[in-house]
């Protein structure tokens, strides 16, 4: 079987782990990029969980799909579907905000609509060459 869907399946792995890492360690700095205040403790463990430690989950569970051959169809569509949950809300938000955000959110948005569709046609690559 080709390695495409493989790469892709390890690079959007590696973008979550990136990501869940940042949010971990840098917390202060990652909210900053998208003006999130978080003012007290409470605030910075329940952003560095969620934010951080979702990724760092996703991350290993595609880390995980891309070394077994029977999971790699199954971590593709789950780079898919968590990124295009992220996408999606973020698109309507800013919608709802009339489209006025910083560069952030635009970034983020692309980033995402691209890991979809790399994480989408994994799928397609890995379905052909199963046939």
């Not at 390695?3 to 909210?31: D, H, Q, S, V």
């Not at 952003?47 to 070394?67: C, D, I, N, P, Q």
């Not at 968590?82 to 999606?88: H, K």
């Amino acid at each position: 079987m080709s390695t495409m869907p493989r790469i892709i399946l390890w690079l959007t792995a590696l973008g979550f782990l990136a990501f869940g890492a940042a949010f971990t360690f840098w917390p202060l700095a990652m909210a900053g990029f998208v003006d999130i205040s978080l003012p007290t403790p409470t605030a910075r463990i329940d952003f560095v969980a969620t934010y951080g430690g979702f990724e760092l989950g996703v991350g290993a569970f595609l880390v995980a799909s891309a070394r077994r051959r029977d999971w790699v169809e199954p971590g593709l569509w789950a780079g898919a579907a968590a990124l295009a949950g992220f996408a999606t809300v973020r698109l309507l938000a800013l919608l709802a905000a009339g489209g006025v955000a910083g560069r952030a959110i635009y970034v983020a948005l692309v980033m995402e609509v691209l890991g979809v569709a790399l994480n989408v046609w994994g799928v397609r690559l890995w379905r052909k060459q199963a046939t």
